[in-house]
């Protein structure tokens, strides 16, 4: 699996977004162009975190497994194994989900 091979630094978290629905509800097929952004991912690989102005390490909030949601734009684009995953500061995710 990529996310053994890959470890983010710092604040960074490596993310897997979910894939977009290509069949409404009712069945209808949907082109390329007007499936929507996704915002949901999985989290894959997370960084040990930052370091603040006091000189410790502020641990970063999210962990490898938890499902988050993204902003619209930004992250950083990253192949590995032919898949694509994301790249994102740990400031940038705007929240997780919980069950």
């Known amino acids: 699996m990529a996310f053994r091979k890959f470890l983010p630094l710092f604040d960074r978290v490596l993310v897997e977004r979910f894939m977009a629905e290509t069949v409404t509800k009712g069945g209808i097929m949907l082109p ?8 949901q991912a999985t989290v ?3 960084g040990p975190g930052s370091i603040n102005q006091k ?4 641990p970063v909030s999210v962990k490898v497994g938890e499902k988050v949601l ?12 032919d898949k694509d995953y994301f790249l994102f500061r740990d400031a940038d995710i705007l929240g997780k989900y919980v069950e």
């Open 32 to 39: 390329e162009k007007s499936q929507g952004k996704v915002l």
């Open 55 to 58: 000189g410790e390490l502020q």
């Open 44 to 46: 894959m690989a997370v």
């Open 70 to 81: 993204l902003p619209e734009y930004g992250g950083t684009k990253v192949s590995l194994d």
